[in-house]
């Protein structure tokens, strides 16, 4: 069975630093795309980057919103995905959650590009 | 970045009732679209990809369709179950960017 756990979460102060990380099991994660999205309070989802596998050698993508301040790094012997945050605004207050990609081939077609699986998520409160 | 409109935002039916969501593309994405369930409180749950898949182990009272711009959501059939918050995603170009929701509730 498929399974990703979140955990990090928590309130942290304007400006400050705060790291998630996704733990996987009952798959073969080095061979995944994995990303983050999150949801502010109320709202809706907000894809906010990825990583994508060891074939594709470990590049990322970020959304505008988080690019320069977020950082997304794997290690695969752990079996997990952080998601380092810095500068962080108000604004980036939201449940966070870890999604995989049904992805596992090197340049992988848009087509089966497409989220399979999540965890439950890891709040994070800004506010001072 | 592309553009996902829903509509409506949200929607009430009967049970048994059919159920049709719209989520329209600011450009053509070559039927990579998915849609997404998310209960009160709960994570999101894939359940389309790719405009008309249904993913493993989801209801097949559940179907998408479309292509180009224009794709749709029908639940079939409508239970207690399924209220949630439905959201549509394109998989086709960065960055990934979902639709607003539609929230399903029972009359």
């Known amino acids: 069975e498929v399974q990703l756990v979140e955990s990090g979460g928590g309130l942290v102060q304007p400006g400050g630093s705060l790291r998630l990380s996704c733990v996987a099991s009952?798959?073969?994660?080095?061979?995944?795309?994995m990303d983050w999205v999150r949801q502010a309070p109320g709202k809706g989802l907000e894809w906010v980057g990825r990583?994508?596998?060891?074939?594709?050698?470990?590049?990322?993508e970020y959304a505008a919103s988080v690019k320069g301040r977020f950082s997304i790094s794997r290690d695969d012997s752990r079996n997990s995905v952080d998601l380092q945050m810095n500068s962080l605004q108000t604004e980036d207050t939201a449940m966070y959650y870890c999604?995989?990609?049904?992805?596992?081939?090197?340049?992988?077609?848009?087509?089966?590009?497409?989220?399979?699986?999540w965890g439950q998520g890891a709040l994070v409160t800004v506010s001072s | 970045d592309i553009q996902l409109t829903q509509s409506p935002s949200s929607l009430s039916a009967s049970v048994g009732g059919r159920v049709t969501i719209a989520c329209r593309a600011s450009?053509?994405?070559?039927?990579?679209l998915a849609w997404f369930q998310q209960k009160p409180g709960k994570a999101p749950k894939s359940l389309i990809y790719a405009a008309s898949n249904l993913q493993s182990g989801v209801s097949s009272k559940f179907s998408g369709s479309g292509s180009g711009t224009d794709f749709t959501l029908t639940i079939s059939s409508l239970q207690p179950e399924d209220v949630a918050t439905y959201y549509c995603?394109?998989?086709?170009?960065?960055?990934?960017?979902f639709g607003g929701g539609t929230k399903v509730e029972i009359e």
């Open positions: 995603q394109q998989h086709d170009t960065y960055p990934l960017t």
């Open positions: 009952g798959f073969s994660f080095s061979d995944h795309y």
């Open positions: 999604g995989r990609s049904h992805c596992t081939t090197y340049q992988c077609p848009w087509a089966d590009d497409y989220f399979d699986h």
């Open positions: 450009q053509g994405i070559n039927n990579n």
């Open positions: 990583s994508r596998s060891k074939v594709n050698s470990y590049t990322t």
